[in-house]
C-alpha cells in the first residue's frame, strides 16, 4: 500500500521479530488486497465477517494437488470455465509482469470479481473505523514506550506522527506489515483496470465494512499484542516478503504455506483467532458467493494467494462443490 496520507486517498477513492507477528506477517500480503493494495497503501484499512465457524482451524492440510500454480481452471460439464488467480498484493515489477496464461484467462472470460471494490464510500467507512473517535489516542491505550516505537518504525513508512496518534493498533500493524512501495500500481487494480478497459462487469465477493471486521472487531488487547509484534519484526520485513515473493514467482503454494509456518507461536490463542477470522470464514464466505458466478460460468476470481490452499481453501471447496479444479499455470 502507499504510504500516503489518509486524506490524499481519500479523494482518490486506502525472525528478530516477534513469534505471531512472522507468522502473520507474509500471509497477510498473500490474503489482503485492500490492505495492501488500497489502505496502507493510502495509510491504513479494511475488513468483517457475517459467517462463524464452529471452532478456530489453523491453516494446515494443504491437499497435496493443490501446492503447484496460482492460476486455475473451475470446469463443470455445460457450463463455460471459470478462473481463480492468487495474487500476491504487490507493486514488485516482477509480480506485475502478467504472464500470458493469466492475461489470456482474464481476456476470455466474460467477468471479473476480486476481494473487495473500493468506492468513495468505503473509503470513508475505513478512515472512519481506523480512528478512535471518543478522545482516547494511540499513546493512551497503548503506552509511551510501545507509542514511541511505533511512531519511529511508521515514521521509516513514511507516515508522519500526527497521522499515527489517533490510530487504533490494529490500523498500525497493517501498515507495518507492508514494505514502502515503489509505483502504487498493485497487482490486484491492474488486474481490475485490465478487466475494465476491456468493458467486462466488476464486482467484489466482500463488503468494506465486512473486511474492516476482521481486524477492527478484534479485542484491544488482542491488537496491541499483534502491533507489538509487528513493531519488533521490522528488522526482518524485507527478507520475509522476498522469501514469499520468490516462493509466489515459482508459484508453489506448499512453499508460502512453509512460510507461514515455520516459526513457534508466543501465544496460540491470538494466531487462531486471527486466522480463523482472516481465512476460515472468509473463505466460505467467499465461496458462497462465488457459486452463482461459477454457475454461470466464464468468471475470472481474483484473490489472495494464500485463500486458495488449504483444507478451507477456495481450490478444495470448489473441488468439494462438484467442480474440477485443474492448475493452468
Not at 134 to 154: H, N
Request: charged share 20%; aromatic share 6%; no cysteine.
Amino acid at each position: 500500500m502507499r504510504s500516503a496520507d489518509i486524506q490524499s486517498s481519500t479523494s482518490r477513492h486506502a525472525t528478530g521479530g516477534g513469534p505471531i507477528f512472522t507468522k502473520i506477517l507474509p500471509i497477510l500480503l498473500a490474503a489482503f488486497p485492500l490492505f495492501t493494495g488500497t489502505a496502507i497503501s493510502s495509510s491504513y484499512a479494511e475488513i468483517r465477517s457475517s459467517v462463524t465457524s464452529p471452532t478456530p482451524v489453523a491453516r494446515s492440510g494443504i491437499p497435496s494437488k493443490f501446492t503447484q500454480g496460482v492460476l486455475w481452471k473451475i470446469s463443470a460439464p455445460g457450463v463455460k470455465s471459470s478462473y481463480l488467480f492468487g495474487t500476491i498484493h504487490s507493486d514488485d515489477a516482477r509480480i506485475t509482469a502478467l504472464p500470458q496464461p493469466v492475461t489470456r484467462a482474464l481476456d476470455a472470460s466474460d467477468r471479473f470479481a476480486m476481494e473487495a471494490l473500493i468506492d468513495a464510500d468505503g473509503l470513508i467507512f475505513m478512515a472512519q473505523e481506523m480512528f478512535f473517535n471518543d478522545g482516547r489516542t494511540l499513546e493512551q491505550v497503548i503506552g509511551k514506550e510501545l507509542f514511541a516505537k511505533s511512531v519511529a518504525a511508521m515514521t521509516t513508512h513514511g507516515v508522519p506522527t500526527v497521522a499515527v496518534e489517533k490510530q487504533k493498533p490494529w490500523a498500525v500493524m497493517m501498515a507495518l506489515a507492508m514494505p514502502r512501495p515503489k509505483t502504487g500500481e498493485f497487482l490486484d487494480l491492474i488486474l481490475e483496470q485490465r478487466a475494465k478497459r476491456l468493458n467486462k462487469p466488476v464486482t467484489g465477493l466482500e463488503t468494506i465494512e465486512e473486511q474492516v471486521a476482521v481486524f477492527n472487531d478484534l479485542p484491544l488487547p488482542d491488537q496491541i499484542a499483534l502491533l507489538k509484534e509487528a513493531v519488533q519484526a521490522q528488522p526482518e520485513l524485507e527478507k520475509e516478503i522476498e522469501k514469499m515473493i520468490i516462493a509466489y514467482l515459482a508459484r508453489d503454494l506448499a512453499a508460502l504455506e512453509k512460510i507461514s509456518e515455520k516459526h513457534s507461536l508466543k501465544d496460540e490463542r491470538i494466531f487462531q483467532t486471527v486466522m480463523d477470522r482472516l481465512f476460515t470464514q472468509r473463505n466460505h464466505r467467499m465461496a458462497e458467493r462465488m457459486g452463482p458466478m461459477l454457475k454461470q460460468g466464464g468468471s475470472f476470481i481474483a484473490v489472495g494467494v494464500a485463500h486458495l490452499t488449504g483444507e478451507h481453501g477456495l481450490l478444495n471447496l470448489a473441488e468439494k462443490a462438484g467442480y474440477r479444479v485443474t492448475p493452468v499455470y
